[in-house]
């Protein structure tokens, strides 16, 4: 178990239901941050581009890479919608990135991605790579859901319908949550219902996240040669709080 199941049967989805819950509300906030960086940016787990494209298309150069090829494939038509520039992305693994050292001065591991990474051994790695490739004094910029433990269990519960779905037919979530408080785990096992009667296709899919505690992942990007300059607590800059919706660290790699 690694993190990156279930992402392949979840990418016909993933928009439509981001669009229903994230959105675009941390678009300005890494544009900003990637803008200050002054040169080529990577991101991490980037996905069907839901950051990606609005970077390139604000004038960051931009490199994408996630494992999941379902999920990349749809970054070329998201840009091609917004008649924007398509950026560079490639399928691999974010624990051996295939990139130089020193080649970026900023590295984005944003909305939960550290979180897919369900033992210390992937998370340590996926540092030390981070490490490698950044500039000396560049930036990691990461970006976690804290409420994710505290996600409150239930069973095949009807989370989203919509009359019309991504491919025009009704579409139902059913979500099972459960929790592994011990392990730091999360587990969402979700049900995508196309359509009505013997002609609905059902789509079910296990995706699982691993939460740290704030001074336990500190902890663990100093170790992989970080110096942590801001714990933010949401996208206007704001100071962490433990009620906050979201936790941003940027952290300098050493000199």
């Known amino acids: 178990m690694k993190g990156h199941e279930g992402w392949d049967a979840y990418a016909p989805y993933y928009d439509w239901e981001n669009a229903r819950t994230m959105g675009r509300r941390d678009v300005r906030f890494w544009t900003g941050v990637a803008q200050r960086a002054g040169g080529l940016v990577l991101e991490l787990g980037s996905g069907t581009g839901r950051l990606t494209v609005p970077l390139r298309r604000a004038g960051v150069p931009v490199v994408g890479i996630d494992r999941s090829a379902p999920m990349l494939a749809r970054v070329r038509p998201r840009a091609r919608r917004?008649?924007?520039?398509?950026?560079?992305?490639?399928?691999?693994?974010?624990?051996?990135?295939?990139?130089?050292?020193?080649?970026?001065?900023?590295?984005?591991?944003?909305?939960?991605?550290?979180?897919?990474?369900?033992?210390?051994?992937?998370?340590?790695?996926?540092?030390?790579?981070?490490?490698?490739?950044?500039?000396?004094?560049?930036?990691?910029?990461?970006?976690?859901?804290p409420d994710v433990p505290r996600w409150r269990e239930y069973t095949r519960k009807v989370v989203f319908f919509s009359p019309r779905g991504p491919r025009g037919l009704p579409l139902t979530l059913i979500e099972t949550v459960r929790q592994d408080p011990r392990r730091g785990l999360t587990t969402f096992e979700q049900e995508y219902v196309e359509g009505r009667g013997r002609s609905r296709q059902v789509t079910p899919f296990t995706i699982r996240f691993r939460t740290l505690p704030l001074p336990r992942l500190v902890a663990r990007v100093e170790r992989a040669g970080f110096e942590v300059d801001t714990v933010l607590g949401d996208y206007q800059g704001r100071e962490w709080d433990p009620r906050a919706d979201a936790l941003i660290l940027l952290a300098r790699r050493a000199t």
Do not use: K
Not at 92 to 119: H, K, N, R
Not at 126 to 133: D, N, P, Q, S
């Open 82 to 145: 917004g008649r924007g520039p398509v950026p560079p992305v490639l399928r691999g693994d974010i624990t051996a990135l295939p990139f130089a050292d020193a080649t970026f001065p900023l590295v984005m591991a944003p909305y939960g991605l550290v979180q897919s990474l369900l033992s210390d051994v992937l998370l340590a790695r996926t540092l030390r790579e981070a490490a490698r490739v950044l500039v000396p004094g560049g930036m990691l910029g990461i970006d976690l859901v």
